[in-house]
């Protein structure tokens, strides 16, 4: 049935498409249908034309999934690439679509003079995503600059929404209904001229001093309990280099868990998992994976 949608989109629908090309952790099974908009219009089209039943699930840059063996079922929709403008609205605010790199919003924002937006450097993945995490980094993050968003729904229908509908907290964002997703946000800033574009690469050097950045991992797998770091209860419980297949706990941070090459998306669960309860036999906390874990195994 979602097959005979994908008709009329050319190569931008792809069918079993490997979910493994567009993690960070470099694994997942297929999506039964992949599909890559050019723009909004095609999004919406695209969106129009699905029965009202098939499963759909977004992706930014994947550096938060952990897509499971099995793949997902029906329709996963990729900004990789794609709804990627960025500009400057006013003295303060910022219009970036979903697609865009955090990065670059960074980068954009120093040149601009705008701040602080620096934070969005630590960020390896799409503003979507970070809408839909509320990611932080070096003390900064997501919502604390979102005034409203821009969303569309199953029907292919815009939405503009504003920041007090969604309940937003460390890690979480809960919108007010189900099934409508980002394609774009308003962000305010203040005014901060000549900042330096090497103040991200000082916050990046700093970060490669204590985290595995280069190795295929997915950043930190735990949230933080209140009070405290998972990266410390996982290292005092003895963890660090503990290894499932091709997988183990970063030696370097122990909230890291890294794939050296070809470890599956069992392994990373089987490893997730053993960290979880050994955690709380040691310490009696129990862990919140951050990582979103999606997929038939
Ligand atoms: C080396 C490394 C370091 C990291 N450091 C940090 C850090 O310092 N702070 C931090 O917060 N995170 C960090 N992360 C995690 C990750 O980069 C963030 O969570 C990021 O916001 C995910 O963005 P993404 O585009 O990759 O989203 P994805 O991983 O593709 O998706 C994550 C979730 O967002 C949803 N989503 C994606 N796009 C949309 C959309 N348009 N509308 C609705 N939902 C959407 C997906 O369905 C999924 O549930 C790190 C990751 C890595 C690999």
Not at 91 to 114: D, H, P, S, Y
Not at 255 to 261: A, R
Request: charged fraction near 25%; aromatic fraction near 8%.
């Amino acid at each position: 049935m979602t097959l005979a949608v994908a008709a009329g989109f050319g190569t931008r629908v792809r069918r079993r498409e490997p979910l493994s090309r567009h993690t960070s952790w470099h694994v997942g099974g297929p999506a039964e249908v992949f599909f890559n908009p050019r723009d909004r219009a095609d999004l919406a089209a695209f969106l129009r034309a699905l029965p009202g039943d098939v499963p759909i699930y977004w992706i930014g840059l994947g550096s938060n999934l952990l897509v499971r063996d099995g793949g997902l079922p029906g329709v996963v929709i990729s900004t990789h690439g794609t709804l990627d403008s960025l500009e400057r609205l006013s003295e303060t605010a910022v219009r970036g679509e979903a697609g865009v790199a955090c990065a670059r919003i960074a980068r954009q924002c120093i040149k601009w003079g705008l701040g602080p937006a620096e934070f969005f450097a630590g960020i390896p993945g799409t503003l979507g995503g970070a809408l839909a995490m509320n990611a932080g980094a070096f003390g900064g993050e997501t919502w604390r600059h979102v005034t409203e968003v821009e969303t569309i729904d199953r029907h292919g229908t815009e939405h503009v929404r504003q920041r007090s509908e969604y309940r937003v907290g460390y890690r979480k964002v809960e919108p007010p209904v189900p099934e409508e997703w980002f394609i774009g946000a308003t962000l305010s800033f203040e005014r901060r001229p000549g900042a330096h574009p090497d103040e991200v690469q000082k916050l990046l050097a700093r970060r490669k001093q204590t985290q595995p950045i280069g190795e295929w991992s997915c950043g930190s797998v735990f949230t933080n309990p209140p009070g405290d770091h998972a990266a410390r209860l996982i290292e005092a419980a003895g963890l660090k280099g503990y290894r499932v297949g091709d997988a183990s706990v970063s030696d370097k941070h122990a909230n890291f868990i890294i794939n050296h090459g070809t470890a599956r998306a069992a392994d990373l669960e089987r490893l997730i998992e053993h960290v979880r309860s050994t955690v709380e036999r040691v310490h009696g906390v129990r862990l919140h994976p951050e990582v979103r874990i999606v997929g038939v195994p």
